[in-house]
Nanobody, 125 residues
Framework: QVQLVESGGGSVQVGGSMNLSCEAS????????MGWFRQAPGKEREGVAS???????IYGNSVKGRFTISQDSAKNTLYLQMNSLNPEDTAMHYC???????????????????WGQGIQVTVSS
């Protein structure tokens, strides 16, 4: 049974930091690329960051320089370190896994076949 369980969300003030984690189980983690997505009310799901099996990362334009995606393959865990948070970062954040070592369109939702339930991140001024 595949599971992706996010943790670490909550509320933070503008300029603050937060670290999300996603524990994966039920599939061979090293055979998947991983990503973080977010969706705010009334908006489309947005690709935040992705990392492939060899550690290559890509980021959405809105988070470049502020967010860092990483993973501990030995623990089957994905992370998202978020710094300099602003109210526009308020959204449900989702962890996702896609089959294969890499994917050109890793910031698009379509290639991913496993998704977590999501965790809320709220940034207040």
């Amino acid at each position: 049974q595949v599971q992706l369980v996010e943790s670490g969300g909550g509320s933070v003030q503008v300029g603050g930091s937060m670290n999300l984690s996603c524990e994966a189980s039920g599939f061979i983690y090293s055979s998947y690329y991983m990503g973080w997505f977010r969706q705010a009310p009334g908006k489309e799901r947005e690709g935040v960051a992705s990392i492939d099996s060899d550690g290559t990362t890509i980021y959405g334009n809105s988070v470049k320089g502020r967010f860092t995606i990483s993973q501990d393959s030995a623990k089957n865990t994905l992370y998202l370190q978020m710094n300099s948070l602003n109210p526009e970062d308020t959204a449900m954040h989702y962890c996702a896994a896609g089959p294969g070592s890499a994917c050109v369109q890793r910031l698009q939702a379509a290639p991913y076949n496993y998704w977590g339930q999501g965790i809320q991140v709220t940034v207040s001024s």
